[in-house]
C-alpha cells in the first residue's frame, strides 16, 4: 500500500513534464497509477474475502506513537477498487476529453493523480490522525480541480466553497478523533474501536462533531449546497469527485465508524433524519433542472442522503445493502456524468430544452445511458435494483423511515427517466441535434462502467458473498444479496417505486407549475450565501470598531487582555509563591536598575531617535544579565541582534517624523505606564509560576553529555541548535527566509532579482588624494564622513574575519552560525551607512535572494548529508581528517548546517539594507530633500 501512494506522489510530480511532451495523450499513461490500485485490490481479494484484512505499519513519530498504519478490510477493499477503478477509466476519458494544447491541462492532470492518492491513503489509514492528513489533503486537491477554470469567477466561487465547507467540517472531526483516541489511548481505528466507548455527554459530543465532518464531505442536509455549486468543475472532474471519490469520503466514515458507534445515542437520529431530508430534497430538487449535469448533480445528492441513511442505521442488513449501494451509486453516476461530458463534446450542449433526436444519431451512447440510468433508477436485473431493494427491506420495520425511502426513490425514478428523455427524446417542435461522432475512447469508459453495474447485477449473489464480512461487523447477517428473493414486501415496494416515478414523469406537465412553486430544503445556495455575508458583515463592524490605525492602541489591546486574563487567573491562584533570592550579585541589581530607569525614560521621551536608543539600553542591559549568569553565548546573540536592531529602526526612522505626537503623549502617558507596568508584573508572575511549577527533571539536563557524545562538541547552545533542537532550527531559518521576501516584496514591491543598483562614475578624484571608499564618492557632502570612511576601510576586513572565527569556533567555544551572521551583517551594515547604497553594492555584488536561497540548500542538504552517513536527517556526523601542515582534525557535518544559516542571516540582513535602506534612499533622493543628492553626472540603469 505504501508503494501504491508513492507510486501517485510520483506520478503527480512527473505529470506536468509528461503533459508538456505528449499533451493529454499522457493521461493514458497517468491511468497507469489508479490502475494499480485496483490490481492490488483484485489480487488480494482473497485476504478479505472472508472478513481477513491486510496490514502495513511503517514508524513515523515514535515519540508521539503516531505510525502509518495501513490497514484493508472489506470496506476499504471495495474503496480502492472504485477509487482506482474508475480513476484510471477517467484519465483514460480525459485523453480525448481535452484538446491539445488545454490551458491548465498539466496542472489538472497532477492533481487529479495526487487527489487519487490522497483518497487512496484516506480509505485505508488505520490511524485516525493519518486518516483526517489525507482527508485534508483531498480538500485542498478538490478545491484545485474544481477551480480548474480560473479564469471563470463561477469556478473560483465554487471552489472556495467547496473548500470552506469541507474544511471546517474537517476540523470538527479532529476535535471528534481527538476526543476519542484521548480516551482510547491510542488513534489507532483498530484500537479505538477495541477499547470500551466513554458514556455520556463525552461520546455524544465526539459523535457529533465526526458526524458533522462526514457530513459535510459528502453533501448531506444541511452542508448540501456546496455540490451543486461544484459542477463548474471540468466534467471529468464531476464523474470521479463528485461520483466515485470524495464524496464517498463521508459515507465511507460512517460505514467505517458504524461497527462502532452505531449504538451511541445521535448516531442513528442524525444520519438516517439528515439521510432522509436530503434523499427526498435532492431528488424533488433534480426534476426541476434542465441542466443534465446539475440534475445528476442534485441526483446525486439525493443517493447520497440514501447511502447515509443505509450506513447510518447500524443493523446487518443495512449495512450490506448500503456497501452494495456504494458499488452502485460509483459505476452508474460516474458513467452518466461521463456521457453528459461526451454530449456536451459532441453536441456543444447539455441543456435538454435544446437537445433531440441524439438517441437516433447516436444508438450506441444512449444504450450506455439507459443501462446507467437504469440502474440508477433501481431496475431489475442491474446492481441499483439490487441494492435499493435490500435497502427497502432492511427498513420494513420502520414505518416512517420506509415512507420517506419510497418517496425518494420515486424522485429518484423520476428524474431518471427526465434525464434520459431530456437527453435522447425525440421532441416535437425542435430540430434533431448535430451530432458529432462520439469518439471510442470517450465512448469506452462510461460503457465499461454501465456493463460492469449489469454484470453485478446478474452476480448479485457471489458480490453479496464478498461484502458480507463487512455487514457481520454489525452482527449476523439474515438477509443476503441477490437479485430474486421471491415475492416479498421489498419487491412490492421496488414496484410501486417504479411505478410512482413513470408517473411523475408522466405528469411532468400538469407538475411544472408546482415545481417552480416549490423548493427544496436542499435546493438552493441561498443558506451558504446567507450566512458568508453576515460573516463578511460581522468581520466590517468589528474591525470599524477595533482597527482604528493606531498601532499603540492594538498593543495596548493586546497587553490589557494579557493582565486581565492570564493575571486575574494567576493573581486568584496565587502560584508564584516559592522560595526566591532577590539577587545573586549586587551587580546583578545595579544591571536591573538601569533597565528599568532606560525603560520609565523611553516612555517619557519626545524624540524619537532618543527613544529608541533608551529601548536599546534595556536590550544592552537584558545582554549583561545574560553575562552575569554565566551565559556567554545568549548575551553575544542578544548584543548582536540589539546592535542590528537599533540599525534597523535608524534606517526606518529617516522616513518617520522626528518627535512623536505630543497630544496623545500628554493624553495618555500615565495610562500607558499603568499598562507597562501591569504587564511587567503579570510577565514576571509567568515567569515564576513556570519555574515553580516543574514537577519532572528538565530533559535540558542531559543536553551537556549529549552535546559532547552525539553532537561532538562543547558548546551546548550551538549543539542543540544545530544537532538536538536542528528541527526547530530549520524551521526558524525557514521563517527568516519568508520574512527577507516580505520586506524585499511588500515594502517597495521591488523584485529582489532585478537589476541591482550599478556605481556611477563619480568625480575625477584631485591627484594624489586617496579613496577610501568608492561609493562613499556619490554621496553629498553633508553626508560623508572621512573618518567614517577611514575606519570602515579598517575594519571591514577584520570584522568578517571575526564572523568567520565565530562561525568555525561556535561548535566547542561562544559563536555559531547565528552570531557569525549578524557579525558580518553589521559589517554589511557599516559599508551601507559610511557610503550609501552604491558602497553596498561593491561590498556585496550578489542578490540577497541568492544568498538566502543559498543558505537554506546548504542547511537542507546537511540534513541529506546526515541521511547518507548516519541514517537519519539531521544527525551530526564525525569525519576525521589530516592534512600535512595541520596534522589530524575533525569536521562535524553540523558544520554545513551552521553555514547555512550563517548565509541565511547575511541574506536578511542584506535584504533588508537594500529595501529599507536603499530604497528608502532612493525615494529621499526622489523627494530632493536637502543634504540628500547625489554629486554625480548620471547613474546606471536599475540604479
Partial sequence: MLVLLILHLVAALLAPLLVRRWGPRACLLLALAPAATAGWAVAHTGAVRHGGAVVETYPWIPQLRFDLALRVTTLSWLMMLLVGGVGALVLVYSARYFPPGSVGLARFAAVLVAFAGAMLGLVVADDLLLLYVFWELTTVFSYLLIGHSTERRASRW??????????????????????????????????????????????????????????????????????????????????????????????????????????????????????????????????????????????????????????????????????????????????????VGLLDHCAGSRDLRDLSGVGRAAPLLATVAALAAASMAGVPPLLGFVAKEGVLAAFTDRPWVLVGLVAGSALTVGYSIRFLWGAFGT????????????????????????????????????????????????????????????????LGLSALVLAGGVLLHLLRGPLAPVLARLRSPVGGNQGYEWVTHRFDRLAIEVTGVTQRGSLPQYLGTVLLVLVVVPGGAMVATAPWRVGLAPWDTPTQLVVCVVIAVAAVLAVDARRRLTAMLLVGVTGYGTAMMF????????????????????????????????????????????????????????????????????????????????????????????????????????GEISVLVVTATGVASLIFERSRTGPRPRRPRPATPRPGRTVWLRGGQTLHERRRSIVFEVVTRLIFHTVLLFSL????????????????????????????????????????????????????????????????????????????????????????TSLFFDIGVYLVVVGLVLDILRSLGAEVDRHVEAAGEPGRGLTVRREGPGA
Avoid: C
Avoid at 274 to 286: D, E, M, R, S
Avoid at 702 to 726: C, E, S
Avoid at 837 to 846: M, Q
Fill in 627 to 730: 553575562v552575569l549568569y554565566g551565559a556567554p553565548d545568549l548575551a553575544l546573540t542578544q548584543f548582536l541582534v540589539e546592535t542590528a536592531t537599533i540599525a534597523v529602526f535608524v534606517l526606518v526612522l529617516r522616513r518617520l517624523p522626528e518627535r512623536f505626537s505630543a497630544r496623545p503623549l500628554r493624553r495618555s502617558r500615565w495610562l500607558r505606564r499603568g499598562i507597562g507596568v501591569a504587564a511587567g508584573l503579570v510577565m514576571a508572575g509567568l515567569a515564576l509560576t513556570a519555574a515553580g511549577a516543574r514537577r519532572a527533571p528538565s530533559i535540558s539536563a542531559a543536553f551537556p553529555d549529549l552535546a559532547v557524545a552525539q553532537g561532538y562538541g562543547r558548546n551546548v547552545v550551538n549543539v542543540t541548535l544545530v544537532d538536538i533542537r536542528a528541527w526547530d532550527t530549520m
Fill in 805 to 892: 572565527f565565530l562561525l568555525f569556533s561556535g561548535h566547542n567555544a561562544p559563536g555559531g552560525g547565528f552570531s557569525g551572521g549578524l557579525v558580518a551583517g553589521l559589517a554589511l551594515t557599516l559599508r551601507y551607512l559610511a557610503g550609501g547604497r552604491y558602497e553596498l553594492a561593491e561590498a556585496a555584488p550578489v542578490g540577497a535572494g541568492m544568498v538566502l536561497g543559498a543558505g537554506l540548500a546548504v542547511s537542507v542538504g546537511s540534513g541529506v548529508l546526515g541521511l547518507l552517513l548516519s541514517g537519519e536527517v539531521l544527525q551530526s556526523v564525525k569525519v576525521d581528517l589530516w592534512l600535512p601542515v595541520i596534522g589530524h582534525f575533525y569536521l562535524v
Fill in 427 to 490: 421532441r416535437p417542435g425542435i430540430a434533431d441535434t448535430v451530432l458529432e461522432r462520439p469518439p471510442a475512447a470517450m465512448l469506452v469508459p462510461p460503457a465499461l462502467l454501465a456493463v460492469a453495474g449489469l454484470a453485478a447485477g446478474l452476480t448479485a449473489g457471489w458480490l453479496g458473498g464478498l461484502l458480507q464480512p463487512y455487514a457481520e461487523l454489525f452482527g449476523p447477517v439474515e438477509e443476503h444479496l441477490a437479485l430474486w428473493h421471491g415475492p416479498t414486501v421489498a
Fill in 158 to 339: 465554487a471552489a472556495a466553497q467547496a473548500l470552506t465547507v469541507t474544511t471546517l467540517g474537517g476540523l470538527a472531526m479532529l476535535v471528534g478523533f481527538l476526543l476519542l483516541g484521548h480516551h482510547a489511548g491510542s488513534y489507532r481505528w483498530s484500537a479505538v474501536a477495541a477499547a470500551p466507548l466513554p458514556g455520556g455527554g463525552y461520546l455524544a459530543t465526539a459523535v457529533l462533531l465526526i458526524l458533522a465532518g462526514a457530513l459535510a464531505k459528502s453533501a448531506v442536509f444541511p452542508f448540501n449546497a456546496w455540490l451543486p455549486v461544484a459542477m463548474a468543475a471540468p466534467t471529468p472532474v464531476s464523474a470521479y469527485l463528485h461520483a466515485a471519490a470524495m464524496v464517498k469520503a463521508g459515507i465511507f466514515l460512517i460505514g467505517l465508524l458504524g461497527p462502532t458507534l452505531a449504538p451511541a445515542g445521535p448516531w442513528r437520529p442524525v444520519t438516517v433524519v439528515a439521510g432522509l431530508v436530503t434523499l427526498v430534497g435532492g431528488g424533488w430538487a433534480a426534476l426541476r433542472q434542465s441542466d443534465l449535469k446539475l440534475l445528476l448533480a442534485y441526483g446525486t445528492v439525493s443517493q447520497l442522503g440514501l447511502l447515509t441513511v443505509a450506513f447510518g442505521a447500524g443493523t446487518p442488513a443495512a449495512a450490506l445493502a448500503g456497501v452494495a449501494l456504494l458499488a452502485a451509486h460509483a459505476l452508474f453516476k460516474a458513467a452518466l456524468f461521463l456521457v
